[in-house]
């Protein structure tokens, strides 16, 4: 496995990976299709964020993004699950500085154990209005 940085020629594969991940997430409704995810990699997440890719064999298997103090966007192929790609990436990140913050669903038990795990603390619980899919969220603190 490789990191680097993300380049504006890595929408697609980013695009593709977030459509196939977030499909994993059953409890979702699912409100966008590869082609708007790509769009959006590549109309606001690679001009105003920080990303990183992971690659094997010369595919992207995950991504991160941030942007000041938050962590925006890991996700890793669900094929690639369990390898060590999704904690290299943050691990990379959290090598920035402190401190870090991000969401994640309350129903994502396997994202809040793999944060909380890396020291993660649960500050804030919602309903969910706050975001797109109108899905309970909660907010994670990484002091250091």
């Not at 094997?56 to 699950?81: E, F, M, N, T």
């Amino acid at each position: 496995m490789r990191l680097r940085p993300a380049l504006a020629t890595d929408a697609p594969a980013m695009g593709e990976l977030h459509i196939l991940a977030m499909r994993t997430l059953t409890f979702l409704p699912q409100l966008h299709d590869v082609e708007e995810a790509q769009a959006w990699m590549a109309d606001e997440i690679l001009p105003t964020h920080a990303a990183w890719v992971a690659e094997v064999d010369g595919a992207v298997v995950g991504y991160i993004a941030s942007k000041d103090d938050w962590i925006q966007q890991l996700y890793v192929h669900p094929d690639r699950h369990g390898q060590g790609i999704g904690a290299a990436l943050l691990d990379h990140v959290m090598a920035i500085g402190p401190p870090r913050q991000l969401w994640t669903f309350q129903q994502s038990a396997r994202a809040r154990g793999f944060y909380e795990s890396r020291g993660f603390r649960a500050e804030e619980f919602t309903d969910g209005q706050g975001n797109e899919e109108k899905t309970p969220d909660v907010r994670y603190l990484w002091e250091g």
